[in-house]
């Protein structure tokens, strides 16, 4: 009896002690490969695990946590530019142990775009919060308009977010509204803008258009100048000046009443200054007629006019206003104004 009950307490620390063995004992040390789990600034343990190369494991999920953040997976850097698992992945034992590093997430946040006036239809934007992003770009349309930039108001200038700038995802999700201007740009210029025209051609006037502003100079440089006038017999000769000039040809400004078409094909341009506006026209009385115009406006030419009044008896030259039309090469009419 006694030598039955030692033959079953050995065979019951035989069976037992099997089933405690640890796992990693059950995988050969020359193939055992080690995963271990870093929280990466997290908080919590995981216990590492164990595969044999060439087998696959499962991986278990993650219980790290880390305040304010997601779980967003694993991956073999901290910078998330190596391998990356998903949470409860499969892994395959590889020829050297692995660490995997958890990844983390600040909260996503939608930026919504609107049309503001305009027509089509744009996807949200999802940026993580604190990451840099820039903008999308704009594909709402909006007849004779031209986009600008994005606003968090549609009327304000609150908050600005322009093309190609690199911005930081706030803590909120956010709308943006596009910002159009008319691709017309007019200005209507005040304080009686009353220009005297000097009838000897030698003492010309340089005329600078401050179109931003609204101002219109006078001064006796012609670098400064973006309009050249000057007044003999009862006829007032202009040019549109890019760099100082030194010949003294002029030809004589055409003036055109209000719905004249000013097509981009014409030409107001003598062979000898071509920024010339030459015309075959003399003013004596004129009110509120238009002058074409050409301007170089980054290496593009806009077609424009100048609303001007003219009476030769008392050489008092007036602009009313200046517009031009933001498409290159695109016709307009003499008044037309901003859609």
Known sequence: MRRIIIMFTLFMVLFFGCMVMPVEDLIPENTRRTINFDANQGEGNMLPIFVEQGSTVTLPLNTFTRTGMTFNGWNTSYSGTGTAYADGAELIGGEANVTLVAQWQWPLHTITFHANGGTGTMDPQVV??????????????????????????????????????????????????????????????????????????????FITIDYVGGFIFQNSSEDAASLQLLRTNNAVYFKTTASAKTQESHGEVPHLASGTAISSTDSWSSSSEPLICGGSSSWNVISHEFIPVRILKDSSWYQGYLEVSFDASTDAFTIHSFAYKETAGASLTAGELAP
């Open 128 to 205: 993580e919060q604190y990451k840099q992003f820039t903008t999308n770009a704009n594909t709402f349309t909006r007849t004779g308009y031209s986009f600008v930039r994005w606003d968090t108001s549609p009327t304000d200038d609150r908050g600005r977010y322009f093309p190609g700038q690199t911005y930081i995802m706030d803590e909120y999700d956010f709308d943006l509204y596009a910002i159009w201007e008319p691709n017309l740009k007019r200005k209507e210029f005040t304080n009686n803008n009353v220009i005297s025209i000097d009838v000897d051609p030698t003492n010309r006037r």
